[in-house]
């Protein structure tokens, strides 16, 4: 038995770590732009990358410096330091080298615009305003958005029956560019937890599946998408099934905050597929619906238009047919095994369900026992606004 | 040696057929809803259906009927007739039974809403309307519209060089849901060719290929989408290489037209994908930029940001690396083999291109020699507006 316990402080719940975020003129207006995550030992790290093959340099650099440990992660946004070549990764290797005395394997992570050379001069600055003693994780979170409009934060205390505990803190940033396919920008993850460096990257591993890669706002995977888990076993306390349910719920908690935070979304929907040949199809159906343009704009224009629903279910590839296919908006039911449900009573009561900020489309196929549940956003005017002038 | 002169008459182009559109009431106003076109003598069919698994029951009705002739194909917008079970399928019979007497093995095709029965009053009707002598190609052009701005017609007088000759001529519908999986709702095509049933599928089947399955509104894939090619031989001339010259213009010419009349769509972009590792990968490469909403958002926003494109090309999952990517926009290049060219002034350069209605962007990926091109549009605040209101 175990007891979970949520707290406040992000990244800064676990013992050890220390985090702030600063202005370094990268951001308009003296936002903040840069962050740091710092722990007074040294870290193991668990990862989960994008699977763009166009992954940005900090994701090569990462990647390049093999089996290591670390006591210091660097992020930027505004620059995505991506399609930037060598000169990417030399740049990340000046700024780095900048570093104050106590950093140790300094790791980058950046997220913004792709196809221009970091403002390396600018960063240098930056990276002089941090204190490591600091302990401001909402600062750090703030200093990692792009288009968010909130920042995006959780932790927990876990405590066991013997009365000893540990923590697991994140931040995260999402917005735009998320799909199923690694389903978020950044999200960095602390523990004091005992646990191994291959236990903590199994289990993140299995968690992201149906967090992370289960999110999707735009259907496009981006180049700089990473989770970043740092443990440094401060606690000397780990429980494998604790551990485990904590990072679930905080992961599931910053995917679903991304959803809602998704470029000029107004809506949080949940996809929940079921009696689907095999759970592979059912994931197939649920990213179907949430990547579906149709759904997106119906769902923003609260239109219970479930015929979109059966299209986008019957164009997905997956076996389904027309006589055996069940659609629900929450608990009602608008098309049963081929039953022709709608009317306008039913109608009125569907509209009212779409106009909750948050609720459930359910698919029952009624082919076998697949499910899948993925979340998705409505697409609206602002989501054409944002990213018609990213740029500027 | 033959030669193509493009001609006026739609669907009548071809010798033996005719056309007309009528209002029935199912749209507002008095708009044309219902449409005709008939031989004087009995048509071989070929035809290309949607890969939708909830296909219409016009489709299903079609599959059923086996391998036959027809002379006459009913055709109503405003409703999909799509998700209606048996009954839906009933309603065609009861519909077609009150054919008039010279209609043989009638045919029938929908378009608009999913998951409402046909106002099969109504459009009875709306077939004692029919002139079976009129020759109203645009009318019928007209009245199979439903979000489209403007009717899509393309007709050819194919002469060989014993001056005998034959016709092709059709029509199209197309606006949103259109997908490369079958990339038109609805089109039709006459001709007096004395072509062979088999040749004629055959041949519609390959160039459905490069025209309509490269076309991309939305990504979603309709129920309804037919493509439907009636010959009645009555030229009795055929040129298997000028029959399929002049089919590929139409279909091209269509698709295009399609795309342009995108829901909300303002420009008409052309992917040109190369250097990939084969031909199948190129199309996925193009597909996955002609459906990418950062990409086609930053199109209306005329924001020439080619590092949305390079992240594209890497999210599609083939093989591609940043070493070897090239990118242009018409003759522009952008980004050559890893290196960045973009400047204040090639920006400006790049902006120019993307002011204009319709451009090229091309992606040389360097890896091999496979090729495809795809056509799209870009994503604007109409779009949304047309899908968020769609059945209101």
Redesign the interface.
């Known amino acids: 038995m175990y007891k979970l316990t949520q707290v406040q402080s992000g990244v800064c719940a676990s013992d050890g770590f220390f985090a702030d975020g600063v202005s370094a003129g990268l951001k308009k207006e003296g936002a903040k732009d840069m962050a740091f995550i710092y722990s007074d030992t040294l870290c193991d790290i668990a990862s989960v990358f994008t699977?763009?093959?166009?992954?940005a340099a900090p994701i090569k650099h990462f990647r390049a410096k093999g089996d290591f440990q670390t006591n210091f992660v660097m992020i930027n946004s505004k620059n995505?330091n991506?399609?930037?070549?060598k000169?990417g990764i030399e740049d990340i290797e000046d700024v780095l080298a900048s570093s104050q005395e106590q950093v140790i394997n300094p790791v980058m992570s950046s997220t913004g615009?792709?196809?221009?050379?970091l403002p390396k001069q600018k960063i240098i600055e930056g990276m002089k305003l941090f204190d490591l003693s600091a302990r401001n994780p909402h600062a750090a979170a703030q200093a990692i958005m792009t288009t968010d409009t909130f920042s995006k934060e959780c932790a927990y205390k876990v405590e066991l029956e013997d009365g000893s505990f540990f923590h697991i803190g994140a931040m995260a940033k999402g917005a735009?560019?998320i799909?199923p396919?690694m389903a978020t920008m950044l999200c960095f993850i602390t523990t004091d937890a005992a646990v191994s460096k291959a236990q903590m990257q199994e289990i993140l591993d299995e968690v992201t599946i149906t967090t992370f890669n289960a999110a999707s706002v735009?259907?496009?995977?981006?180049?700089n998408d990473t989770v970043m888990l740092l443990s440094n076993a401060k606690s000397g306390v780990y429980h494998k099934e604790a551990f485990k349910e904590a990072l679930y719920n905080i992961m599931l908690f910053l995917a679903k905050e991304m959803v809602r935070d998704g470029e000029g979304a107004t809506k949080l929907v949940t996809y929940d597929v079921t009696g689907a040949k095999d759970n592979q199809e059912a994931e197939i159906v649920a990213k179907a619906l949430s990547n579906?343009?149709?759904v997106k704009?119906?769902l923003?224009?609260e239109?219970p238009?479930?015929?979109?629903i059966?299209?986008?279910?019957?164009?997905s590839?997956?076996?389904?047919?027309?006589?055996s296919?069940s659609i629900s908006f929450d608990d009602l039911c608008v098309?049963k095994n081929?039953?022709?449900l709608?009317d306008a009573a039913m109608e009125k009561e569907a509209a009212a369900v779409m106009q909750k900020q948050s609720f459930t489309i359910s698919c029952d196929l009624g082919v076998a026992n697949g499910s899948f549940r993925a979340f998705g956003c409505d697409?609206?005017?602002e989501?054409?606004?944002i990213?018609?002038?990213?740029?500027?």
């Open positions: 699977t763009n093959k166009m992954c995505a991506a399609m930037t070549g000169a615009v792709i196809g221009v050379r735009g560019m799909n396919a735009d259907g496009d995977t981006s180049t579906s343009l149709l704009t119906a923003f224009g239109d238009n479930w015929g979109r059966a299209s986008t279910v019957g164009a590839g997956v076996e389904a047919y027309e006589e296919l098309y081929g039953e022709l709608f697409l609206g005017y989501y054409v606004k990213n018609a002038d990213y740029r500027t």
